[in-house]
Every structure is written in C-alpha cells, then in structure tokens.
C-alpha cells in the first residue's frame, strides 16, 4: 500500500503528520452542515474528537507498507506491477468540497469504502467560482476566478488524495464538468467570453481553453502538500477524466447543418495531447457516457443515443492515439428507456461500445452507473443486469453512483452498504478482487465459453442446478443477499440463486 510519508526522511516525515493535523484541526472545531442536492448531500455531524491522532496512527502503520504502483493498460483490462487490476468503486464527486464534508470525515469515509473493498473512487478535482442560480454553489471554490486559486481548498484534495492513499485506494480525478456543478464549462463561457454565452463555445474558444490548459498544468504540477507529492508523480491516481460527460446542447451541430461530433471531439484530441505532454504517468480518458454518431438508428425510440444528438462521437474519442481507455455512464431510466425495456440496453448499448473500444484496442470502464429508487421493483434488479452484462463483455471497471458509507443522506440514485442496491455492488466488488487475484485472462477471445463460473459470466436460470435453498426458514435467500451475508461461513451452498454463485 502507497502510504502518504513513503520514501520522506525523518524530519520531512514528521513534518507531513504535522501538516495532516494542521489540515484537520479548523475541521475538528465545528461540524459545517450545507444542503445539498439530491445526489450529493455528504453531511455527517458524528464528534470527531480525536480523529486527527487515528488518522496519524494509521498513516504511521501504513508507512512500512509497499508502495503503490502506477496502473497500465494491458490489452482490454488493466493492471498494477504486472498484475491483474479491475478498478470496482463508487463515485463521490463531493469529496474534495469542503463545505460538504469534514477533513476527518474524508479519511473516515475513505476507510469505510476501503473496508469493503472498494478500490477506485472517482472525485471531481473542480470548483469554479462561487455559483450561479442553477449550479451547485461552495463558500470555499478551489478556483474563485479564472485562473485565481485558492490555496485552502486545494489542500483539501491533499487531503483527498493523501487518505485514498493511506487506504489503499485509487481516484479518478476529473477536470471540469458539462454540468453546472460546482461551475463547469458554463463558468468558464460566462467568465472568459461574456454572460448569456452558449456553453458550447468552451470547446472552441481561445479564452476557454487557455484558462482550463492554465488549470489543468496547476493541478498535475502540484505539490501535495500532506504527502509532499507532485501529483503527476502520485500513483494514487488512476487516471484523470477530461470532463465529466462532455457533450453538446442537444443537435447544436446539427442546427447548424454541421456535421455533429466534430468539436468535442476536436477538444478532446487538443486537450488530450497537452495533458499528456506534462503527465506521461497517468492513464487518461475523456469522462463521457457513451454517445454516438454513426450508430443503428433504425429500429426504435432508444436508439437516439446513437445519432448524433449530443455532439459525441465514441467511435473517434476512443481511437485517441492519447486517450487510454473509454468510458460510458449507464443510466437507462434517465434515458427515457422504459422500466419494461431495460434489458435492450446490454447487447444495443453495452455490447456496442465494447466491440468499438476492443477493436481499438482499448479497455473500457462503466465509470458511471445506477438506478433511481422506483423504476423497478428494485435497484439490486438493474444493477445486477448492468453488472453482468458489462462483465461478460469484457469491460474492465466500474463504479456505481453513488454508494455511500453512511445510511444518512440516501434516496434518488443514493444508497448505502445497508440498502437496496448494495447486494448487487457487494457482489461486484467481489467479482473486482477475483479478477484482480487471477491472471486477468477472462475477457481473452480463448477463454470464450469457458470457465464461466469464475470469471463471473454465468447466469442464473432458477434451474435444478442453480436454486435458492435458505439456511433458516426465518429469512429468505434475497434477504440475506441484500444483507450482504453471502459469503459468511453458515451460507455456504445455501441460496446459490440469490448469492450470483451460479
């Protein structure tokens, strides 16, 4: 494990603890409580009396501790020291928001997610002035104004990085957002170009890009100031996302007789290239959902997402000499799929953009996915289907939104270890750490066919061979899946169904 003093001499090693403290204490004297909206809302008013001295005990017992490696790309999967690697996790985009959180509850948090088994966290590394009627405002934005930054939020995502690190795990850490929280590219158009400026113009304007080039060369060029680590040097990071879901207002090329797709695209390979030209370290993707332009559009309704609506070409984005892996967020009640019909999302959308990024030569990650409470009867029924389908065709990551560690705060697309949804993520974090202990030979062309069961692609059919038969009459298979008792000593062969054995 990376541990936040490795490699630190004495003096310099005390000097990170002090500094740890120090990033602790103005926390430790007051609990800030803001509302948040529905996705985020990160609150916790636990006493964390004495937290600082847990978390230095903790960064004391990892220092011994080996070293993280940089993740790479190893045909369609990833891996760490030549090792297997699949990056399971959770989004927690607020984390480095500090009107949100405590800085003892990042670490508390970090912990919890840790234990687990959660090995990537995605964070947005952003905040962008301090808000406008429909953004997601913070007292305390990291960049105030265009190319003004403040320090004291910064240390914040040094703390962020520095406790991912003393838990073993990893961070996705995104640049800017298409949406407006906590500013985003609208910010920037109102602020470089003028107020009651189209969004789209952040992708084409001198102004746009030179101040978020000017941010991004601040960020991988920074020197933690807990750990002491630059960040581009800091294999905590998995890999950096350009943007959160860069797209187009919706047929803004097309209005224009244009052909679509062409300037997000042409943003991304300028952007890609300058981050790679200051951070050869670090994996690095584009952040969006999975839009197409050359697409099937003949056969229904879901197929806009394949026509060009949103300005997202996949098929070219992916095949970036300087991008290293693709991405798509999987939301099909947001996309107007019906709950009757979720099932034509695997083969017409996760299938699809598998075959794109596997014949690029590329990995792809689920980066975002989830279900809000009501759409079915369930949130474990969607979750389980999107899981197994993305691990039978080979994808290579993913993280749920949004899983939290508390029960607190929950609803919409929101759940905790104790809720409906966590079954279904418990057992994916369990497929993550059997890959991850293998070979990592699963999505090989070979291995088509077999060895189903423990590469995680059987499906369950209810047959003689694959039932649910429950340890008590008490309590059924699907209450103790959904209470994540699956693998406790007492369930062996009991509720195969329910447990995804088979």
């Known amino acids: 494990m990376y541990t936040v003093s490795q490699g630190l001499a004495l003096p310099q090693r005390a000097m990170v603890h002090l500094c740890l403290i120090l990033a602790i204490l103005p926390y430790a004297l007051s609990t800030t409580v803001s509302s948040v909206s529905r996705i985020a809302g990160e609150v916790s008013l636990d006493p964390i009396v004495g937290t600082e001295r847990r978390i230095l005990n903790q960064v004391e017992a990892d220092a011994s501790s080996p070293a993280f490696a940089f993740v790479k790309v190893a045909g369609k999967q990833f891996s760490v020291g030549g090792k297997a690697w699949y990056p399971a996790g959770t989004n927690a985009f607020y984390a480095a928001q500090t009107d949100i959180m405590s800085s003892a509850d990042v670490y508390l948090m970090f912990k919890a997610h840790a234990a687990q088994g959660v090995k990537v966290i995605r964070v947005f590394a952003h905040s962008d002035g301090y808000g406008f009627p429909d953004n997601i405002k913070t007292p305390n934005p990291i960049q105030p104004r265009l190319g003004v930054y403040n320090e004291n939020a910064l240390m914040r995502l040094d703390l962020v990085i520095a406790a991912a690190a003393s838990t073993g795990i990893r961070l996705v850490l995104v640049f800017t957002n298409f949406e407006p929280f906590y500013g985003g590219i609208q910010w920037y158009v109102n602020e470089a170009v003028g107020q009651g400026q189209s969004k789209n113009l952040f992708y084409t304007h001198p102004n746009c890009k030179l101040y978020y080039k000017k941010y991004v060369n601040m960020l991988i060029n920074r020197r933690n100031t807990v750990t002491g680590v630059i960040y581009r040097d800091d294999p905590t990071i998995f890999a950096w996302n350009l943007m959160n879901e860069p797209h187009t207002t919706d047929n803004y090329e097309i209005n224009q007789g244009k052909k679509p797709g062409q300037i997000v695209a042409a943003w991304i390979s300028e952007m890609a290239a300058f981050v790679k030209s200051i951070d050869s370290n670090h994996l690095l993707t584009t952040g969006e959902e999975g839009y197409r332009v050359r697409g099937d559009t003949s056969c229904c309704t879901n197929n806009w997402l394949n026509g060009g609506v949103k300005g997202v070409d996949f098929d070219t984005n992916v095949a970036d000499r300087n991008i290293d892996f693709a991405t798509v967020h999987a939301y099909p009640d947001n996309w107007g799929i019906a709950a009757s019909d979720y099932k034509w999302y695997g083969p017409n959308f996760l299938a699809d953009r598998a075959r794109i990024a596997h014949a690029a030569g590329k990995p792809i990650v689920m980066e ?72 990592g030979k699963c999505s090989e062309s070979w291995m088509s066919g077999y060895c189903l069961r423990s590469c995680g692609k059987c499906s369950c059919t209810g047959g003689a061979t694959c039932s649910d038969v429950a340890p008590s009459a008490a309590y059924s298979c699907a209450q103790q899946a959904a209470w994540g008792k699956c693998n406790e000593s007492w369930m062996a062969g009991k509720c195969n169904k329910s447990c995804r054995r088979c």
């Open 368 to 439: 975002e996915y989830g279900s809000r409470e009501g759409y079915l009867s369930s949130r474990n029924e969607l979750l389980y289907y999107l899981q197994d389908q993305a691990n039978a065709l080979g994808y290579a990551g993913s993280m749920v939104w949004s899983l939290r560690h508390l029960d607190s705060q929950t609803g919409g697309y929101v759940f905790s270890y104790s809720q409906d949804g966590a079954a279904a993520v418990k057992a994916q974090l369990a497929y993550a750490a059997r890959i991850s202990a293998s070979w």
